[in-house]
Every structure is written in C-alpha cells, then in structure tokens.
Nanobody, 115 residues
Framework: VQLVESGGGLVQPGGSLRLSCVVS????????MSWYRQAAGKERELIAS????????NYADSVKGRFTISRDNAKSTVYLQMNNLKPDDTAVHYC?????????WGQGTQVTVSS
C-alpha cells in the first residue's frame, strides 16, 4: 500500500498550490479520502474529505471557500486545490484513506506560506 503526496512547497500569502495524492495497493474507489494537516507544535487536523464517488465533500471552517478537494477514481488520485493561502496554512499536509476495515496515511508534504 502506498499513498504518495506531492505538490507542496513554499508560496507567498495569497498564492495557490495543488496537492496530489496517488495511491496504490488498494481499491481507491472504496475509500473515503481526506486531507489532514499538522502545524509545528499542534495536533493533526482534518481539513477536507470527499466521498467514495466524489459527490460529497466537507471542509473545515478554516479552509472553506479557499480549498477544494476532488478525486479521479480512474487515476487513483485525490487532489487538494489551495487558493488564497495564508501563513496559518503552513503545515505538513497528509493524505488519508478510510475504508470499511482499514485505513492508510501518506507520508506528508510540507506547505509553507511566507513572504
């Protein structure tokens, strides 16, 4: 099983990034996919989730209206489009897969928002 995130980096406030998480080793379409983040010294927090078919999404209040989660089941990939980034968005961002009997984490990708 692998969940490989990419797309993180350094961006100025107000900028955008698109994170990707490519998975392998399990049936992607059977899993609810989420993005979490963990800032230094803080607990990991859920920021966005998407249903198995992609028809339902949920967001934390802190990112609502700025971030968009999407998935492509044919490519076994989940995305997080992040717009209007703020310094408070600085964190390691993790991909998470929740199935009926198992769950998996990615290794994380760093997002730093700074001028």
């Amino acid at each position: 099983v692998q969940l490989v995130e990419s797309g993180g980096g350094l961006v100025q406030p107000g900028g955008s990034l698109r994170l990707s998480c490519v998975v392998s080793g399990f049936t992607f379409s059977s899993f609810v996919m989420s993005w979490y983040r963990q800032a230094a010294g803080k607990e990991r927090e859920l920021i966005a989730s998407i249903s198995r078919g992609g028809g339902s999404t949920n967001y934390a209040d802190s990112v609502k209206g700025r971030f968009t989660i999407s998935r492509d089941n044919a490519k076994s990939t989940v995305y997080l489009q992040m717009n209007n980034l703020k310094p408070d968005d600085t964190a390691v961002h993790y991909c998470y897969a929740l199935g009926y009997t198992s769950h998996y984490w990615g290794q994380g990708t760093q997002v730093t928002v700074s001028s």
